[in-house]
């Protein structure tokens, strides 16, 4: 297989509008969700050579991403309008696939792991709860060349789209318990349980067992232990608001990994710090604390901890430095690329290569809000597309809302293009279909409680004045109407939410 892009197909190229409002179009960040190990993630690199539409038999000219069935994962087709009408003959065969795959996995079990706390797959796994960047990339260019027939598709993907999937988080607790069952070293057990404590956001309980973990390890000199026990106790307090002691956390954390020669364990730590203080505003300190990290995952010489210093760094970096921010990320981006093409390359599936995946999106995420600081508004739209290709695929609907906001508001107000507004109404559609399917509790709204006057999310706008705006909360407003308010507010009209300005990670 050739090293062909991840990512390579991308829509025809509109120029960039200028109009950047104080309110802008709001811009969320997904939130930091811990990564399920995952063994049906597919990417662009994962799919066959050959590989063609289950309609219409087409085989595409470059290996890039499909659509695929959510459900059996098994079934590939080119475009919605193909993955709508082979849904009747495909339903019995899908549901098949679905009961083998479900008794395949009932039989399965969890693949044994190492005992070490330094490269524990649990506190690894679990680790990504912690990191700005975790999801999956694959190219969603599709997203902006969809099918005429917009009215229904939205509703005709979310029917498609298995219902019954388990959640992330939950597949990830199932994870870390059979994980933290299998250990033989007692104490190392307590170090997975007290990781699942974290998990289940019992902050409390696990910080007082990881300050048992961390103190008995030292007393048996096994310091990488008692440092990613520090590690999890700094992100404990940091849950706990306590940041005086989740710094002092990560420091006894950094120590312990220089004592025990574990450079990974250092580069967590101060990625731990870096993060603590861009949380908190404090994005100097967070700069460093990055830098730091990023110096030492060069001298670790390992390409995918670096691409995550990278996007660490590129993050804090946006808000003061877009142009440096940008560098970062597009060569963390690359380097997760070159990752996933790796894996596929030596014919490994499952967690790695689906954790490589969700990773190479958490980059993407960040790069398109770089992008859009700098006005570059379809890259914007292009990162963000790529990246809900695959929340789209494993059914993480938190992100997958976010991302359909961003791009309904990208195309609504930035991108200048006589189809984009036909685009922002379609990613509205798939927004408000979704809000139905996953009980999201937002029905399409049929006036700006602003101004009062009759609006039509699911159509495309036709005039400047009438141009919409999503917030966070699903609910919609008129964008001039939202300027006016936002003024004088800095909440939903409609729910009282508070609407900050969201910023990228």
């Known amino acids: 297989m050739s090293k062909s892009k991840v990512a390579s197909t991308r829509p025809e190229r509109a120029s960039c509008g200028s109009g950047s409002t104080a309110a802008g179009a709001r811009l969320a960040s997904p939130d930091n969700k811990p990564d399920a190990a995952s063994t049906n993630a597919t990417a662009a690199n994962g799919l066959p050579l050959g590989q063609e539409c289950g309609f219409c038999h087409k085989v595409p ?22 993955q709508r009408s082979a849904w ?71 029917e498609q789209r298995a219902s019954d999937n388990a959640n992330m988080l939950d597949v990830l607790k199932n994870y870390l318990q059979q994980h933290s069952a299998a250990q033989s070293d007692p104490l ?14 019992e902050h409390r309980t696990a910080l007082a067992q990881l300050q048992a973990v961390q103190r008995a390890a030292e007393q048996q000199g096994q310091l990488a232990l008692a440092g990613d026990a520090c590690r999890w106790m700094g992100h404990a307090y940091s849950k706990l608001g ?54 030492c995952a060069e001298a670790l010489g390992d390409d995918v901890v670096r691409a995550s210093c990278l996007t660490h760094l590129g993050s804090v970096l946006v808000a003061s430095d877009a142009g440096a921010a940008i560098k970062h990320l597009e060569e963390a981006v690359q380097l997760r690329e070159d990752q996933v093409i790796l894996l596929h ?132 407003f008129h964008h001039k109407c939202w300027e006016s308010w936002s003024e004088k507010q800095s909440t939903c009209p409609s729910c009282k939410q508070p609407m900050p300005l969201t910023t990228h990670r």
């Open 188 to 201: 190392q057990q307590q170090f997975e349980q007290a990781v699942l404590l974290y998990v289940r956001q």
């Open 88 to 158: 009747p003959q495909h339903k019995q065969e899908c549901k098949k696939l679905q009961n083998l795959q479900n008794g395949a996995a009932a039989r399965s079990g969890t693949n044994s792991c190492s005992s070490s706390a330094a490269t524990s797959p649990t506190a690894q796994q679990a680790g990504r709860a912690e990191q700005p960047d975790t999801a999956a990339a694959a190219d969603a260019g599709s997203n902006s060349r969809r099918s005429p027939d917009r009215q229904g598709a939205a509703a005709a993907t979310a």
């Open 242 to 295: 306590d940041a005086a002691k989740a710094a002092g956390s990560f420091a006894n954390g950094c120590q312990l990994a220089e004592k025990s020669g574990n450079k990974k364990l250092q580069v967590d730590c101060l990625s731990g710090m870096g993060a603590m203080h861009r949380d908190n505003g404090q994005l100097r300190a967070a700069e460093g604390f990055m830098r730091q990290a990023l110096r």
């Open 345 to 476: 390359d030596e014919g490994k599936r499952g967690s790695s290569l689906a954790t490589a995946i969700m990773e190479h999106a958490g980059s993407l995420v960040s790069l398109a809000g770089a992008y859009y600081c700098s006005q570059r508004y379809v890259d914007a739209g292009d990162a963000y597309s790529k990246s809900l290709a695959v929340f789209e695929m494993i059914d993480d609907t938190d992100k997958v809302v976010k991302c359909l906001i961003n791009l309904a508001n990208l195309y609504e107000l930035q991108i200048q293009h006589p189809a984009a507004r036909g685009t922002a109404a379609e990613q509205r559609q798939r927004l408000y279909a979704l809000s139905v399917q996953q009980q999201l509790g937002r029905a399409v709204p049929e006036t700006c409680s602003i101004c009062c006057e009759p609006i039509s999310p699911l159509s495309p706008t036709t005039d400047e004045d009438q141009k919409l705006l999503l917030l966070g909360c699903l609910h919609c």
């Open 61 to 82: 000219d470059k290996l890039e991403l499909l659509l695929r069935c959510s459900r059996c994962k098994h079934a590939w087709y080119c475009s919605q309008a193909c």
